[in-house]
């Protein structure tokens, strides 16, 4: 089985900063793209960042300027530094992973759990 992780969240006043870790773990072959989404109350999940295993990444307009995705390859963990933190980019981030398993010969997307980030005013 394969396993994604998350951690790091909390609530932070407006201006203050996060830092979230994700951590991929158990069968792996082979970990591809790993990045962050996020849900809001009442809306629909929406890309926040995601890396390359090479480094090249890609942002929610959102959070450009602001958030700045990473990676440790050997560790199978990204994480995601969230600066200057504003009320709306309160959300549950969701770390996703598309990761080939040992067990088959092609890739899968896997999800964490989810972990809240509340950003107060």
């Known amino acids: 089985q394969v396993h994604v992780v998350e951690s790091g969240g909390g609530s932070v006043q407006a201006g203050g900063s996060l830092r979230l870790s994700c951590t991929a773990s158990g069968k792996i072959f082979s970990v591809d793209i790993m990045g962050w989404y996020r849900q809001a109350p009442g809306k629909q999940r929406e890309l926040v960042a995601i890396?390359?295993?090479?480094?090249?990444?890609n942002y929610g307009d959102s959070v450009k300027g602001r958030f700045t995705v990473s990676r440790d390859n050997p560790k199978n963990t990204v994480y995601l530094q969230m600066n200057s933190l504003k009320p709306e980019d309160t959300a549950v981030y969701f770390c996703?992973?598309?990761?080939?398993?040992?067990?088959?010969?092609?890739?899968?997307?896997?999800w964490g759990q989810g972990t809240q980030v509340t950003v107060s005013s």
């Open positions: 890396i390359t295993p090479g480094g090249t990444t």
């Open positions: 996703k992973a598309w990761i080939q398993a040992t067990d088959r010969g092609y890739q899968a997307d896997y």
